[in-house]
């Protein structure tokens, strides 16, 4: 699969705008700010293809990034604290959960927290679905790098345990600085998606 062919393709609010091509599609869910924009530009080296933000809930649609016409990868909108009304968090809510109850193209949901913070109860929430729509949790504990190498740690076990994670579920720590955990993303993408190397 060649990253150099990977494009924006198009930001969507409801089942009939997602791309008709039946293609695998993995998702990222995490609250706002957490960076999953920075993820995705990662895995792609990219510095700018998926829009980026200081400001939390920048992403109020659903974007879609082609893979060199293999795989999509799927930026949701973010859930958590944004500064928008209940309506309009409502609003986001129902379409990020049509798009996981209603999609059949969606491969797996990788769940995305902040390592330097205890999950939230929306991660929590968010979890259980993704464990029971896929039979397995894959979190990855983004912005490690603002931490030390004890903190991590210590973090990572915070996380294991208020998410509950079973043997089989997997935890990366990852850095959209540094690149570490991209080769492990890549990895387990390839695997869900019977993707070639």
């Given at each position: ?171 990366i720590p990852f850095s ?22």
């Amino acid at each position: 699969m060649n990253l150099h062919n990977a494009e924006f393709v198009l930001s969507a609010v409801s089942p009939k705008q997602y791309p008709k091509d039946n293609i695998p599609e993995i998702a990222f869910a995490g609250r706002s700010n957490v960076g999953k924009s920075s993820f995705i530009n990662k895995l792609l080296n990219r510095k700018s293809l998926a829009r980026t933000s200081s400001k939390p809930g920048k992403t109020a649609q659903i974007n879609f990034y082609n893979v060199d016409k293999t795989i999509h990868l799927v930026d949701l909108p973010g859930y958590g604290y944004a500064s928008v009304s209940k309506q309009e968090k409502q609003k986001w809510s129902d379409m990020i959960e049509e798009y996981l109850n209603t999609r059949e193209q969606l491969a797996f949901t990788f769940l995305l927290v902040d390592a330097r913070h205890k999950p939230t109860a929306n991660d929590v929430d968010m979890a259980r679905w993704i464990r029971t729509r896929h039979n397995g949790l894959i979190v990855f504990a983004t912005k490690a790098d603002k931490l030390s190498a004890k903190q991590l740690d210590e973090n990572l076990d915070v996380i294991e345990d208020v998410l509950d994670m079973a043997d089989d579920d997997i935890l990366i720590p990852f850095s959209a600085e540094k690149g570490t955990g991209r080769n492990d993303a890549w990895g387990i993408i390839n695997d869900i998606c019977n993707i070639k190397e």
